[in-house]
């Protein structure tokens, strides 16, 4: 993020320093945001040579318009209605089940163990890196949230929702059974050094050259927790348990995590379950009209009826990648 004084000397001195006060008003700085909206920038090398162009994003451009808020006073813009744009809402990535198996099996050493936990519990990396070895009662496929991982230091969680016991599988259990062996302290996961594992780090050499070899879209570590929401909705885990499991205080956040309206296969196979076959049992509603087209039929329609009929039912479509 720009510095104050980077917004000042880059973006608003050359626009405004040669104006009094109080002709920066709110139609010229309304102005100013348009501008700002439609330029693009240039990043350089300390030689002048060009690296690359940009376009700024609305935070950065709500932050140069603070400073210039903070330049003028209150009393100044405390009635103004500027139009900075809609917020920018980009799609959350998360895989699909065959792409985390995909993935789990593609990866190697520990670094398949710790994409099957976070497939499998939805924890957060941070939680991932500070998981210590008695953390985990395996015998009663219980795991214990306790600390989180932040800047390399191990610290509480922030919200009291977040310190819980996650519900895994006997096939999880198993995993990280044979992963930590005889390890009886220590963290569960920890880089060459024993340090805590990096979020970062595990993108950039790991998970990132992993989907790219894979041909599965880039995506974040935060997109195994918005999969394994997406799959206790599939599921029909109560809601109680989807909560305590994923550790946020309200449904209305683990709702922004679900993404059962992509799963195409999920929704047809649902709507199969409530069709118009209850209501009117399997053969269909009597329309009336079948007996007359029964009679109005040639030889050879009738000897089709079958196979037309065969193709009037939800064709399957395919999962996009």
Known sequence: MLSMESQLTKHILPRFGSLPLDAVDETVVQEFVADLKRATLQMRKPNGDPIKTYKLSRKTILN????VKLVLGKKVWMT??????????PQQRYFTEEQLRTIIEGAE????VLFALLAGTGMRIGEASGLH??????????????????????????TKNAIREIDIDPGLAELLGHHVRDKKA?????ARNGSPISGNNILKRVQHPL???LGIPKAGLHAFRHSRVTMLRKNGTPEDLQKQWIGHSSLRTTNRYSHTHQELEYRR????????????????????IQKRRNEEQLPEDRDAKSDVASGLHCSRRQQPR
Do not use: H, M, T
């Not at 140069?64 to 400073?67: E, L």
């Open 64 to 67: 140069i318009v603070g400073v």
């Open 80 to 89: 103004w209605e500027l139009d900075l744009g809609n917020p920018e809402d």
């Open 109 to 112: 050493g520990q670094y398949r």
């Open 133 to 158: 070895v008695a953390d985990l009662d395996l015998d009663n496929c219980v795991i214990y949230v306790r600390r989180g991982v932040w800047n390399g230091q191990e610290l509480s969680p922030k």
């Open 186 to 190: 220590g963290r569960v996961f920890e």
């Open 211 to 213: 989907l790219k070899r």
């Open 269 to 288: 196979l649902d709507a199969s379950k409530v069709g118009l076959n209850l209501v009117v049992g399997p053969n269909g509603p009597n329309l009336g």
